[in-house]
């Protein structure tokens, strides 16, 4: 190479005059240079895109293997119902949990909902029947009328689970009528408000009404350890009334509107308390005991992304300035506790994992949530080109100075350099959560739960369900896919928190189990 480019030089000398040649020099220096930005950049980026090429694939088929009745490792599971893993001991994942299945379906529901997988209908239809099942089982958490719907998991069969858990997980309500609110809006816009009116509403306002009614109790969070409030379900939570709300209304179930719009408020009001504005970051849960910086307040910004509600931060939407500072503490925090991670600058991606003082199975990295960070990014950089300005505050000033040290609190327009500069430089960054996930991909493409800490070596449960959801996700956002809008353009918060109340404003009682703690699984 080196070789070949002094030939040329002695070429271009031999045939003209000495300046002309020492310009070609300097000129033939910065298209090296340049070509070795320029390069380097495409490498980066033709690594990540080969990785989503052959990767997509194998995580759809992995996701879809894990759903009964036909999946190729779900064996037993009844028609819908999602396995988290076939992963039988150590860890026994055998189970399906509301909240994964909710979010697997979420996906399969985009799917055929915005016309890329119409074929996957069928699975949706027996999701449906398979949850209109369940929530009729009577199991620890109660019946279907005194608090049965937050049960976190089932056996697949249909059977309540009667072991010791961390329970209830009121997330799973608030995820599952989302997805099938997304579902019911898409027939209701395709002439079959029928099949909604009949079928899907009845099961909806069940998951609706215990939303409303229970809200303002303490839950176990997402990883079914800490008993309190969590901010990840009061998003939900806050999210499936709103939409459950504008649903009642267009299919004429009127009588339900104004609770659900009443307790959205409340939940919206109390979304805002879980912020810390000192260090700018959202506390994932009320009780614990830890930082509070965690993977739970990433996914809620994935998960509530509205493309119509731009960079609103009451809603926690990816682009905004809270959500980015958010994520900036919650990479951090993991850049010196894992090995994997020594030696990689500030500014670029590393492996992450739920928090910091995780220790379940090794406390390691997880797939789903190194992938989430991707995601919220991908999210951000969709919607500040889609409204072609930028805006830098103080609250989010820290995470831009990650890519541009002199940057000032302003708004840039996308004909802007800056503007450029930056969303060139995240995108980089973004695309390198999802190489860090590449690099710890075992060959034959399957995603476990979790990756170690010191080798980045695949580990507990194999075949994480949720795992090939989160990548199939990340991979729509960095292709630029948006879901369909939600409704969190333009809310008002509320300036007093009202406590949550019953249906038609009766009072409930609230439990505060602050501080109990238990470690019953990872999930
Ligand atoms: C309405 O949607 C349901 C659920 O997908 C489907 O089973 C039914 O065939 C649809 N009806 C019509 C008329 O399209
Ligand atoms: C209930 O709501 C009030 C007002 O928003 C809030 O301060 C309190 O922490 C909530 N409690 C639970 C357990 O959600």
Redesign the pocket.
């Known amino acids: 190479m080196k070789k070949s480019m002094n030939d040329d030089v002695e070429t271009v000398e031999n045939n003209h005059n000495r300046s002309l040649t020492t310009f070609k020099m300097i000129l033939s220096g910065l298209l090296v240079g340049l070509l070795g930005v320029v390069t380097s950049h495409v490498w980066a980026q033709t690594a990540v895109d080969s990785y989503i090429a052959t990767e997509s694939p194998i995580a759809q088929a992995g996701l879809l293997a894990n759903i009964g009745p036909s999946g190729s490792k779900s064996s037993g599971a009844r028609p819908g119902i999602v396995i988290a893993s076939p992963s039988h001991q150590n860890p026994d994942y055998l189970f399906t949990w509301t909240r994964d299945a909710a979010l697997v379906f979420q996906w399969i529901i985009d799917q055929v909902t915005l016309q890329r997988n119409p074929s996957l209908?069928g699975q949706?239809?027996n999701y449906?029947t398979s949850q209109a099942n369940l929530q009729q089982v009577s199991n620890p958490s109660g019946t279907i009328t005194t608090g049965g719907l937050g049960e976190p998991k089932f056996n697949i069969d249909l059977t309540a689970f009667t072991g010791a858990w961390g329970r209830p997980q009121r997330d799973g309500p608030a995820l599952r009528s989302i997805a099938l609110i997304t579902y019911a809006n898409w027939?209701v816009a395709n002439?079959?408000q029928?099949?909604v009116t009949n079928t899907l509403w009845p099961i909806i306002q069940r998951d609706l009404d215990y939303v409303a009614s229970t809200w303002n109790q303490s839950t176990f969070d997402l990883w079914e350890e800490i008993s309190s409030s969590s901010f990840f379900t009061t998003a939900e939570q806050h999210r499936s009334l709103r939409q459950g709300a504008t649903l009642a209304t267009k299919i004429g179930q009127t009588s339900v509107v104004q609770n659900y719009n009443t307790q959205a408020s409340n939940l919206l009001c109390f979304m805002q308390s879980y912020w810390n504005p000192s260090q700018g970051y959202m506390t994932a849960n009320t009780g614990g005991g830890r930082s509070g910086k965690d993977a739970n307040t990433v996914l809620t910004s994935i998960h509530t992304f509205d493309p119509e509600a731009g960079c609103d931060a009451t809603t926690f939407q990816p682009c905004s300035d809270r959500a980015l500072s958010n994520l900036r503490q919650y990479v951090n925090s993991f850049r010196s506790i894992y090995n994997i991670n020594s030696g990689i600058p500030v500014n670029q991606a590393v492996a992450t994992g739920r928090y910091a003082e995780d220790v379940y199975f090794g406390g390691n990295p997880w797939y789903l949530t190194t992938l989430a960070v991707a995601e919220q990014l991908y999210d951000a950089l969709t919607v500040w080109n889609k409204q072609k300005s930028l805006e830098v505050t103080s609250i989010s000033l820290p995470f831009f100075q990650q890519f541009s040290s002199g940057i000032t609190v302003g708004t840039y327009a996308s004909s802007t350099s800056t503007f450029t500069t930056l969303t060139s430089a995240i995108k980089t960054y973004a695309d390198g959560f999802v190489a860090v996930v590449a690099k710890y991909t075992p060959s034959n493409g399957g995603l476990a739960e979790q990756y170690t800490r010191d080798t980045g070596t695949p580990t507990s449960a194999v075949d994480l369900t949720w795992s090939y959801a989160a990548a199939l996700t990340a991979f729509g956002a960095h292709a630029g896919q948006v879901p369909a809008s939600w409704g969190a353009k333009g809310l008002t918060v509320p300036t007093t928190c009202v406590r949550g109340g019953g249906t038609g404003g009766s009072t409930v009682s609230i439990t505060f189990n602050v501080h109990a703690e238990t470690v019953f699984g990872g999930k």
């Open positions: 209908r949706v239809e449906i027939l002439n079959n029928t099949f």
